[in-house]
């Protein structure tokens, strides 16, 4: 959700130049971090056509990678099906496919870094690739077998990124309202939260006051034409207004086109089963920009564009992505590429 990062940040800018004028200086403001436990990024979230919870059954648990914390849930056994949500995001993102899921398969969800309940590598850029490789080495310490990758908006990049350095360690995608090519809309804002001082400084006096109703307006747009579920809205107000969390999500968007502009003419060589999930009301992520270019780029790859469908497929068509992730099993056993 690019525009929450550059409503963020521009207002910060904005923020800051007046503060400047006025004389009051920026360092002035105290930053401290939030280190409580964030439970409910893993609670059970009710699909909108659902108002009662799922029953809780999986466990929650921690990964260390490089020395970072990863936070992931997992539940079930089977065959395994790894999720990777978008930006911003959770591991909750996905708990209208996980628990059916987990019925027949070894289903695992992973807060990205800087996410959820999951630290941010202190050492270097977490950009795409970092990041695929943290979850390589995670999945490695959890003995899991070449996994169906299912990744959402940003995460689609990810789980496409894996799948190239990894060809042999991965048995197929499904990408959900994918963020596959560069995005041209962004401005040099984006790169705020990395200028020292003046980038966390803004951050930590503006999300405080503008945070929750950016959050709101953005959540309307990427849920649209469906409305936003209560449920969820309530959640992710207390967890995507932390300043915190707010410095990650930038830093994602800003690492993002260099790594799209990296491997995008490598998606061609990706050779498992794929299926490829888009709504044709997406207002978040182009859908003939990204999807349409992705299907013609992997021409083998199932395309299925969705009618009044927007950004928050795993929400809204969870049983659309359930049924493509079944299917990609199939085919991945079909041609031998999993065990029986």
């Known amino acids: 959700m690019k525009l929450i990062i550059r409503i963020f940040l521009c207002g910060a800018w904005l923020f800051v130049s007046f503060q400047s ?60 099906v790894v999720f990777i949500h978008g930006n911003p995001g959770s591991a909750q993102d996905w708990m209208a496919e996980f628990v059916p899921l987990a019925s027949r398969h070894r289903v695992i969800a992973f807060d990205r870094p800087g996410h959820g309940r999951s630290q941010r590598p202190k050492h270097g850029d977490a950009g795409v690739e970092v990041q695929a ?31 190239i350095n990894y060809p042999n360690e991965v048995a197929g995608l ?75 999500y930038a830093l994602d968007e800003d690492l993002y086109n260099p790594s799209v502009k990296k491997f995008s003419p490598r998606y061609a060589e990706i050779a498992v089963p794929i299926s490829i999930l888009t709504g044709d009301a997406d207002l978040i992520v182009s859908e003939k920009e990204n999807a349409g270019r992705l299907h013609e780029a992997l021409p083998k790859s199932r395309l299925i564009v969705l009618p009044k469908t927007g950004h928050q497929i795993p929400f809204t068509r969870s049983q659309t992505v359930i049924d493509e992730i079944e299917r990609v099993q199939r085919l991945a056993r079909a041609r031998g590429q999993v065990p029986l």
């Open 21 to 80: 004028q006025s004389a009051r200086v920026a360092t002035d403001i105290s930053v401290s971090s939030d280190s409580r436990a964030q439970t409910r990024a893993v609670s059970p979230q009710p699909s909108p056509t659902n108002s009662d919870p799922q029953p809780q059954r999986y466990a929650s648990r921690f990964a260390t990678v490089e020395g970072a914390r990863l936070h992931y849930i997992v539940q079930g056994n089977g065959r395994p």
């Open 133 to 163: 490789r943290l979850l390589h080495d995670a999945l490695g310490q959890l003995r899991i077998d070449r996994p169906i990758l299912v990744g959402h908006s940003w995460g689609a990049a990810l789980a496409l990124v894996y799948a």
């Open 174 to 248: 499904v990408v959900v309202a994918p963020a596959a090519y560069e995005s041209h809309d962004g401005s040099f804002l984006t790169g705020l939260p990395s200028v020292p001082v003046i980038g966390d400084a803004a951050n930590y006096v503006l999300t405080p006051l503008i945070g929750a109703s950016v959050v709101r307006g953005e959540l309307k747009k990427a849920f649209s034409p469906d409305p936003v579920p209560k449920n969820y809205l309530k959640s992710v107000l207390s967890e995507w207004t932390k300043p915190s969390k707010v410095r990650a």
